[in-house]
């Protein structure tokens, strides 16, 4: 896939978040559109694996510890071909299975997730277990920054570095707001940099809406050899949408019929920017 | 007290059961390099130093840090690592709660999750330490076997069952020597639950480490009265013996059911709701830990304060036949 493609790619996704948030009227808007480019990337340019031979036990893994901003993933695997997009149109309806959070019964999902706080542990297994049987795969998992104050995140961190883990990838998604307002105010996580690297875990950080830089940092790691990668994934909340960019609102807003249609054609300008 | 004294001539003594539960994973784990013990400091209570020694590549210690705990073994189960998750009851039950209902239970990540010293077993301990709401909190989640094993044979039939299981179960076990109950019936499975004693007039229904002392009640009642009474291990809690029960209760005799449990939401109360919904009027009692600050003591103290002991068993159930004669 080239430059131009996988840029026109995250514009295509984001059309996609927009259009089943806007047709389930639910989702975590905000989020989604700051995680997308790390999913395009992920999905496009660096996991191993395949919607024809998904439960192969050398696949990559990729576990999404925040889990609510599921809309995100589900466009990306559905653009992946691990299903046909249009079952994204029973999105949150009645019986189906594509619901507000990860689960296992959506081809290509490995773990249910949606609590916070519980999907490095569960990659801390798997990649220990890659370890005892000398396998090359890699784990990887996507972090919320709201996430973090959540302990068991902290006992996992321990584990990792204790294991020497350098096959597992812990990418955080910076967009530096949570629910209730910026994270600084609600539960501050500055320096999460030095306190991962004390942690004994190797860092880098990285704009998380630069498609190149995401390539370059997941595709050339370890960072370090025997420490697990921590990317510090700098993002904006609700990016994409002029309006909707670093507004609290939008967490898990959903867009009116004119906010909707205003979005799609932001959209558009982007893609026509990009040919 | 009696029990720790176990001298009937009719039981041999056994080891604790998480004394054989560590024998045997040990003998799994050495044919079986996929078996994995995850530990939370907790090899020395769940007598896994030898495990350690032998088979350093077969645990993995999280330090003491039960969510992680159950989290990781999520992710070996997942990554086809048969995991047994090893913590004291009390912790791995509560602290990890979450856990067990997402990353085990919810995620079907086929984890043996199994609570040492379980119940009142570190009675003096205090409450901290105490699992009186495991089966409970368990009973409420769906997708877990919970099972309780009464004796060495039938926790070492489980834990022989775990390791081919490809479903998460909640394993709880005690630190007592318990003796062999003597039964005839060599079979075991989950879900089954096993008559250890057989009567008519009068049925207890136990589990785990309180299957003996209802044993020991049903005996007494039977040189002391002439009364013979039914004995079941009801070892697994979820999924009920439903069959079972109600085979015993169609004859309308009464029954006491026993567990080292608070009486909220246990097998007691999983037996009740059961029952009464089929129409059954049995007399019914359940025998446990009340809802109240638990007395201090030893386990034996805290279960003849209780009455789940030879002598509160069969005074209560004198007392039923009484009643309902």
């Keep these: 896939m080239t430059n131009k493609e996988i840029k026109l790619k995250s514009v295509v996704l984001r059309r996609n978040i927009l259009k089943y948030i806007y047709k389930a009227k639910a989702g975590h808007t905000g989020g989604s559109l700051s995680c997308i480019d790390i999913l395009n990337v992920l999905y496009n340019k660096v996991l191993n694996v395949d919607p024809k031979d998904f439960r192969n036990p050398d696949r990559d893994r990729y576990i999404q510890s925040k889990g609510h901003c599921v809309e995100a993933l589900f466009v990306t695997l559905a653009d992946r071909g691990f299903f046909p997009e249009s079952d994204l149109e029973t999105l949150c309806n009645y019986q189906s299975h594509y619901i507000g959070h990860p689960t296992k019964k959506v081809h290509g999902v490995e773990q249910n997730t949606g609590a916070l706080g519980h999907g490095l542990s569960i990659c801390v297994g798997e990649a220990v277990a890659a370890k005892l049987d000398n396998k090359k795969h890699r784990v990887f998992t996507l972090l919320g920054d709201g996430e973090l104050p959540e302990g068991s995140n902290w006992e996992a961190f321990l584990s990792a570095s204790h294991y020497k883990l350098d096959n597992l990838y812990a990418i955080l998604d910076n967009n530096k707001q949570q629910i209730t307002g910026n994270n600084k105010e609600v539960m501050n996580t500055d320096s999460i940099r030095d306190k991962l690297e004390a942690f004994g875990w190797a860092v880098k950080e990285v704009d998380g809406h630069n498609l190149e830089q995401l390539e370059e940092v997941l595709n050339n790691g370890p960072l370090e050899k025997g420490k697990p990668n921590f990317i510090i994934a700098h993002t904006t909340k609700g990016k994409g949408i002029s309006y909707m960019e670093g507004v609290l609102k939008w967490h898990h807003g959903v867009p009116s019929e004119e906010q909707y249609l205003l979005a799609q054609s932001e959209l558009n300008e982007a893609e026509a920017l990009i040919h | ?325």
């Design chain 2, 1 to 325: 007290m009696e029990l720790d004294k176990i001298q009937d001539k009719n039981l041999l003594m056994g080891e604790p059961n998480q004394v054989v539960f560590s024998e045997i994973l040990q003998e799994l784990a050495a044919a079986d390099s996929s078996i994995i013990a995850v530990t939370s400091d907790s090899r020395g209570s769940g007598k896994l130093v030898p495990f350690g020694d032998n088979y350093p590549k077969q645990i993995v210690e999280v330090g003491i840090a039960e969510q992680n705990l159950v989290g990781v073994a999520a992710g070996l189960a997942s990554a086809g690592k048969k995991a047994f998750a090893v913590s004291p009851a009390c912790f791995l039950s509560a602290r990890a709660l979450e856990q067990i209902k997402n990353d085990v239970a919810y995620s079907d990540n086929p984890v043996t999750l199994v609570g040492i010293s379980a119940g009142v077993s570190y009675g003096a301990l205090g409450t901290t330490h105490h699992s009186l709401h495991d089966y409970a909190a368990l009973r409420a989640i769906n997708n877990i076997i919970i099972v309780a094993p009464a004796d060495n044979f039938e926790t070492e039939q489980a834990v022989r069952l775990a390791a081919q299981s490809n479903k998460p179960i909640y394993m709880r076990l005690g630190k007592k020597a318990m003796p062999f109950l003597n039964v005839a019936d060599t079979s075991f499975e989950f879900g089954k639950g096993r008559v250890v004693r057989k009567g008519r007039v009068l049925t207890f229904i136990a589990s785990g480490e309180t299957v003996y002392p209802a044993w020991l009640a049903a005996k007494k009642l039977e040189e002391d009265k002439g009364i013979r009474s039914t004995v079941i291990s009801m070892h697994t809690i979820k999924p009920l013996d439903t069959q079972l029960l109600e085979s015993i209760a169609a004859g309308g005799q009464p029954i006491i059911t026993v567990e080292e449990h608070m009486v909220n939401g246990g097998l007691g109360e999983a037996c009740a709701a059961h029952l009464f919904q089929k129409g059954y009027k049995n007399p019914f009692r359940i025998v446990g830990i009340p809802d109240e600050y638990t007395v201090t003591g030893s386990q034996m103290e805290i279960f003849q304060h209780y009455g789940i002991s030879e002598e509160g068993l069969y005074n209560l159930g004198l007392e039923m036949l009484t009643k309902n004669s």
